[in-house]
């Protein structure tokens, strides 16, 4: 095989974690597709070089963002609220011009962020290329186009609407194997006063909570404020500020402009001094982490095995992409889970990728409630724990695996 090479700069990979054949993430579907399913080999690399963590291969993004894409942005209340915040703070920050500001949202989803800016009447643009979330957007008043996101893109839209004050991504930026060119649109995209304000998976989160779930198709990088001031120092741009967030297990927003507008805060120095004591510049630390996983698979299957043989009965919450990674690595299918209970309607009624576990609508959940229930979406663990105290009052159970496999309740 030839020697894989990283997408930053160029230098040979390290391969530091191999989950095996993989499905995609988000590859919800019916048993009739079960026998043409497409799998991958998963595994990640790491350059010294560019400090950045990579899927050493990765699905082409057509196959996974297309007008039947399964996740939908607006399933949680917390994260409802999390955007409203969000936007709020870009609206009130000194980036936006006073006349006329232009925002653009990379990944927009169904909206979640930008029909705040809508509602507001500021001109925004969302680029989203999974057209059947775009259009639930699009009911939300946010105007969009349907398109992935680079070089091209960005002159276009210079050229039609002018240069933005704002470049917004969430969840997207860590997808896009192209995140050169991303940059590069950026660049071109962005007023010489304007602000890139973008937040992913912290990769510092994943070490410290072994939430090795957050790797999958999608998630082509995992970013720290090393690898991103490497990156978009690459282009001219400087890291200026950071801004830690519990979303999702644990985010890091990063505040990026060109170089000279604005001075970098104290944050990112403490940031990347954290970095380097945590070491996640340096190759060892995820050889380390790669042992840690293993450990984590070990428990969770012992756990699970245990249960069953007592005769208990087992369910999973939240059909996530981050369960597609756990239930195909530690070979976990309705033997061991019954079935998957989410609230996503495009979801339900069919099967996890990989080990085929039905996805049943919340219902089956709330009507027919397991001994213990695998909370696959421990990211919303505050949300879902206040909503799910019936659960719990009967004697039901969860299971989570991060920071460690453990029971609760
Ligand atoms: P959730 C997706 O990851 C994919 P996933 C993507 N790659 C990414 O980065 C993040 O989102 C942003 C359901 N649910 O948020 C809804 C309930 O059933 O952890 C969702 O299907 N009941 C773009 O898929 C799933 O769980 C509930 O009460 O790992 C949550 O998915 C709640 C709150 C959610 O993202
Ligand atoms: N920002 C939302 C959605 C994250 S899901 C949130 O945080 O909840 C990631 C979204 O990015 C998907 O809707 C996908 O279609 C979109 N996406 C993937 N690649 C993209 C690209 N190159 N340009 C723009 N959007 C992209």
Redesign the pocket.
């Given at each position: 095989m030839n020697q894989p090479i990283c997408r930053i700069s160029g230098q040979p990979l390290t391969k530091v974690l191999d989950f095996g054949q993989q499905p995609l993430?988000?590859g919800f579907l019916p048993p009739e597709h079960f026998i043409s399913e497409y799998f991958y080999p998963m595994e990640m690399g790491f350059s010294e070089k560019s400090m950045m963590l990579q899927l050493i291969e990765q699905p082409a993004p057509e196959k996974m963002f297309h007008e039947h894409y399964?996740?939908?942005?607006s399933?949680?209340?917390?994260?409802e609220r999390h955007f409203g915040e969000f936007s709020h703070q870009v609206m009130q920050s000194k980036y936006l011009a006073k006349a006329d500001p232009f925002v653009v949202e990379l990944?927009c989803?169904d909206g979640i962020m930008l029909k705040h800016f809508a509602q507001a009447s500021i001109r925004h643009l969302g680029i989203e290329p999974s057209r059947n979330v775009a259009e639930v957007a699009n009911v939300n008043g946010v105007r969009t186009l349907s398109e992935f996101f680079n070089e091209n893109v960005a002159e276009k839209i210079v050229r039609e609407e002018g240069q933005a004050d704002a470049f917004l991504a969430?969840?997207?930026m860590?997808?896009i194997p192209d995140i050169q060119g991303v940059v590069k649109g950026i660049r071109t995209l962005l007023k010489p006063t304007g602000v890139v304000m973008f937040e992913?998976?912290y990769l510092g989160d994943v070490i410290e909570k072994i939430s090795y779930?957050q790797i999958?198709d999608?998630?082509v990088f995992l970013f720290s404020a090393h690898s991103i001031q490497y990156l978009f120092g690459l282009h001219g741009m400087v890291l200026i500020d950071v801004q830690p967030q519990k979303t999702?297990g644990g985010s890091m927003r990063y505040v990026l402009a060109h170089a000279d507008a604005y001075p970098v805060s104290d944050a990112v120095t403490k940031l990347l001094l954290k970095e380097q004591d945590l070491g996640l510049h340096l190759l060892p630390t995820f050889e380390a982490f790669s042992k840690k996983v293993e450990q984590s698979r070990a428990d969770l299957v012992s756990l699970l095995c245990n249960l069953k043989s007592q005769g208990k009965r087992i369910a999973g919450?939240?059909?996530?992409?981050?369960?597609t990674t756990i239930l195909n690595y530690c070979g976990v299918g309705p033997d061991l889970i019954e079935y998957i209970?989410?609230?996503?309607p495009i979801?339900q009624g069919k099967f996890t990728p990989g080990m085929h576990i039905p996805v049943k609508p919340?219902e089956a959940f709330k009507t027919n409630p397991p001994d213990y229930a695998v909370l696959?979406?421990?990211?919303?663990a505050e949300?879902?724990m206040a909503?799910e105290k019936a659960f719990m009052d009967a004697g039901g159970k969860w299971i989570v695996h991060v920071p460690k496999v453990q029971v609760l309740g």
């Open positions: 993430g988000n399964a996740f939908y942005s399933t949680s209340r917390f994260m990944g989803n969430a969840n997207v860590c997808h992913d998976p779930d999958y999608e998630h999702h919450y939240g059909a996530t992409s981050k369960s209970s989410d609230t996503t979801k919340y696959f979406a421990w990211n919303h949300e879902i909503n």
